[in-house]
Antibody, heavy 120, light 108 residues
Framework: EVQLLESGGGLVQPGGSLRLSCAAS????????MSWVRQAPGKGLEWVSS????????YYTDSVQGHFTISRDNSKNMLYLQMSSLRVEDTAVYYC?????????????WGQGTLVTVSS | EIVLTQSPGTLSLSPGERATLSCRAS???????LAWYQQKPGQAPRLLIY???SRATGIPDRFSGSGSGTDFTLTISRLEPEDFAVYYC?????????FGGGTKVEIK
């Protein structure tokens, strides 16, 4: 069974940094692209970033380009999102999602999410 | 960027009724790269449909997707109690990947 377990969320002040992690199991991790998708409280879904199966290709939504970095460690079956210069509008539940292949770009399954709150 | 507009915002129906959800794109979605997800309160989204009309593993056949170009539809043929949820469309045709704003299907 595929399992994705996010961690690392919490309360951070504007301008601060946080690193999210996603532990993957139940599938051959290095065969699949992975993504982060977020959901602000009471709002819809927003794609944040994707990384190819081998980690060589990364993609970002414009609003996080330059202050978020996606990475993966295929030896540990781990996905990461390094977030810096955090803004109030980055407050959201962040979901880790498995790609259907290598950048097919539809997602399933998803983790349960980790809440990031940016507030002073 | 491809903007996806979902309508209606809320659909009030009774169990057993047919639900028709719309997703309109601001420009053509190439290669029919359009997916649908279901999200229940407090839960992560679940993939229902990809490639416009292909059902994901384990998804009942009362869920079907159709459309092309800029107009897409998710149909739930007969609503079951567990189908009352929010539904999102997503284009996986070009970067940045984008989602629609969602349609809430609620019990009438």
């Amino acid at each position: 069974e595929v399992q994705l377990l996010e961690s690392g969320g919490g309360l951070v002040q504007p301008g601060g940094s946080l690193r999210l992690s996603c532990a993957a199991s139940g599938f051959t991790f290095n065969n699949y692209a992975m993504s982060w998708v977020r959901q602000a409280p009471g709002k819809g879904l927003e794609w944040v970033s994707s990384i190819s199966a081998n980690g060589y290709s990364t993609y970002y939504t414009d609003s996080v380009q330059g202050h978020f970095t996606i990475s993966r460690d295929n030896s540990k079956n781990m996905l990461y999102l390094q977030m810096s210069s955090l803004r109030v509008e980055d407050t959201a539940v962040y979901y880790c999602a498995k790609d259907w292949g290598d950048l097919n770009n539809w997602f399933g399954p998803w983790g349960q999410g980790t809440l990031v709150t940016v507030s002073s | 960027e491809i903007v996806l507009t979902q309508s209606p915002g809320t659909l009030s129906l009774s169990p057993g009724e047919r639900a028709t959800l719309s997703c309109r794109a601001s420009q053509s979605v190439r290669n029919t790269y359009l997916a649908w997800y279901q999200q229940k309160p407090g839960q992560a989204p679940r993939l229902l449909i990809y490639g416009v009309s292909s059902r994901a593993t384990g998804i009942p056949d009362r869920f079907s997707g159709s459309g092309s170009g800029t107009d897409f539809t998710l149909t739930i043929s007969r609503l079951e109690p567990e189908d009352f949820a929010v539904y999102y469309c997503q284009q996986h045709s070009s970067w940045p990947l984008t989602f629609g704003g969602g349609t809430k299907v609620e019990i009438k």
